[in-house]
């Protein structure tokens, strides 16, 4: 199959989260498996800074509304995934990848006709357009409309797969007449519009062929109110074409074995080398280093979804009971950053926050830790408690969505399950989780089971990108 990946951030070139991490890795396993993918970003110019070189291509120019755009392209390669990259600088040279400012609806509706036109001045036409999130949403409605009658794309399908339902790409009204869409607002939701906004991911979950999100029990609970963030009577009504396919991680970048960033890379064959990268990570963060001193960690985006506004009493009541060490890295909300810092002024020689992202550090985070926190309130997948368990971190998660798919509560008497699991969204539910946790650490034997069992669990993309390979096969033959 001919396969296009459109998605507004693609690891290693630029990437604020998850959707990159799956932007990267799928479409390679993709390609494993024989298929023609290739994919579609924005040129940042956070990518330049990042180090990448893109090679020129031939410029692209189309109508966007009234405007005339010219899109530079840059060619750069994913293994053997072929990534273009538009290059319009007053739309994606500006230090950040998503802003506020007032023409972030144009920013991306380039993105999405702009792939579309690509595709077009290459001849080349997919089978599969797989959009990701609400900056993609508007591809499915590009196609039914501005592309109808282009017999390149007659036989093509469309996926749209919801990474997060919360952030849906709602914007004024006014901006309708500048997406390109002529003769054809009327397939916007009118009632919306009539209120005075559009919504892009609501139109993308009107049109695209198919629609996935990225955990089977997150694709359950978007279905009800609590968690469909004013969408699910829409998705309700569209449940018949919408499918969990839990994300994977990409083995080659987080495997404790091969992995450069740390210090003493290690297998489960070897596993008291992670004793060493305790060491290296505490130390390294001018903390104090004690070999019975357990170590949880944290690395994560800080919003008040990842919960971790319910950390700072219950990790300080474990600080105060016990000799235990807490490291965490991530940026966002200063109120929740304010939380952390009060934990590393409280106890300075046991407590590090770092803000702001840091690969390598996030890498020995993971390998350094002996426990990781992801006490989300929702998780429609979850990248890092997979992390965690090729590291053989055991994750102390909620259970929701995908957390809730990947992780099994540890039992002592039968020595299974993979990490620890609660249920309630307050700082009761994660007092409960530390302690568990802690009472496991206290049985050498029974950790180090509980450590072999998360490890031995496969998160690979390999059988995750069959799941796709079979969603996309079912509609319809490939050209």
């Known amino acids: ?41 924005p040129l940042y110019d956070k990518v330049l800074e990042n180090g990448h070189e893109p090679r020129p291509g031939h410029d692209l120019t189309f109508a966007l509304g009234p405007e005339r755009l010219t899109a530079g392209v840059g060619r750069l390669e994913l293994g053997s995934v072929q990534v273009a990259l538009l290059d319009i600088p007053r739309f994606y040279h500006r230090g950040a990848l998503y802003s506020e400012a007032p023409d972030e609806s144009l ?41 109808a009658a282009d ?37 916007l939701h009118q009632e919306h519009l009539a209120h005075g906004w559009v919504g892009f991911l609501e139109t993308g979950l009107i049109y695209a062929d ?15 109110p609590a968690f469909g963030a004013g969408l699910d009577g829409l998705l309700r009504h569209r449940a018949d074409h919408l499918v969990g396919i839990l994300n994977g991680i990409d083995d080659t970048v987080w495997n404790p074995a091969t992995d450069s960033h740390i210090a003493h890379p290690y ?31 944290l690395v994560s985006r800080l919003v008040s979804q990842k919960g971790i506004g319910l950390l700072p009493r219950p990790i300080s009541g474990v600080l105060e009971a016990t000799n235990a060490r807490f490291v965490a890295l991530g940026s966002g909300d200063p109120r929740l950053e304010g939380g952390l810092r009060w934990l590393t002024d409280r106890f300075p020689d046991r407590a590090c926050f770092v803000s702001g992202y840091d690969e390598p550090l996030a890498h020995r985070i993971e390998a350094g830790a002996d426990a990781f926190l992801m006490p989300s309130q929702y998780e429609p997948s979850g990248l890092n408690q997979m992390y965690s368990l090729a590291y053989g971190t055991p994750p102390i998660v909620r259970q929701t969505g995908g957390l809730a798919d990947t992780v099994e509560h540890w039992r002592p008497a039968t020595g299974t399950g993979t990490g620890f ?34 490890m031995g669990v496969d998160n690979s993309w390999d059988a ?16």
């Open 267 to 297: 297998s489960a064959k070897n596993l008291w080398r992670k004793e060493w990268n305790k060491r290296d990570l505490i130390e390294s963060l001018d903390l104090a280093y004690e070999e019975d001193a357990p170590v949880f960690g």
């Open 464 to 479: 995750r990108a069959r799941e796709y390979e079979a969603l996309y096969a079912s509609l319809g033959e490939p050209s």
């Open 210 to 224: 198919m629609l996935t999100t990225v955990s089977p029990t997150y694709a359950r609970e978007i279905l009800t």
């Open 107 to 147: 920013r991306f509706a380039a993105l999405s006709r702009g792939a579309l036109e690509l595709c077009a001045q290459s001849d080349w036409a997919p089978d599969i357009v797989h959009c990701n999130d609400w900056q993609t949403s508007l591809v499915p409605l590009y196609l039914r409309t501005v592309f």
């Open 421 to 454: 699991v609660f249920e309630t969204f307050d700082e009761g539910g994660i007092w409960w989780a530390l302690n568990e946790a802690l009472e496991a650490m206290s049985d050498p034997a029974g950790w180090k089971r509980l450590q072999l069992n998360g």
């Open 151 to 187: 017999e390149r794309f007659a036989a093509t399908s469309t996926v749209l797969t919801i990474h997060n339902l919360a952030y849906q790409g709602k914007f004024d009204a006014r901006v309708v007449p500048d997406l390109g869409l002529d003769g054809h607002h009327y397939l």
């Open 1 to 41: 199959m001919k396969i296009l990946f459109v998605a507004s951030e693609v690891a290693p070139f630029a990437k604020t989260g998850g959707l990159a991490d799956v932007a990267s890795a799928l479409p390679q396993a993709l390609a494993a498996l024989g298929h023609d993918v290739r994919i579609v970003m």
